[in-house]
C-alpha cells in the first residue's frame, strides 16, 4: 500500500530553516500530485504547497509564499519543503500527502493518501 514518511521536523528560532523530505513507496511516484499540510493545535488542517507530477508546476498557500519552496526528485520518490524565514506562526505538525492526478491539487479532500506528520515549532 502506499506509505508516506515525514522527516526533518524539529524546533528552530524564528528567521530559522528547516527542509522536510516525504519518502514514499507503495506507488507509481511519477504519477502522483504531492503536497504538504499542517495542522496547528486547536485548527483544522491546511494547504500549504503542492507540486504536480513532473515538478513543473507548484501552488502556496499566500501564507508561505516567497519563504517555502516546495520540490521533488522522482529518482528518490521523495518530496521536500524547504521553509526559510520561519515564523512562530508556522508552528503545526506538517503532513506530507499523495494524490493520483496530473494536476496540481490544493484542498485536503483531493487526496487520499497521508503521512503521519513531522512536528515543527518554531520559537519567538
Known sequence: QVQLVESGGGLVQAGGSLRLSCAASGLTFTSYCMGWFRQAPGKEREFVAAINYSGRSTAYADSVKGRFT???DNAKNTVYLQMLS????DTAVYYCAAAATVFVRTTNAQYPHWGQGTQVTVSS
Open 70 to 72: 516546495i520540490s521533488r
Open 86 to 89: 520561519l515564523k512562530p506562526e
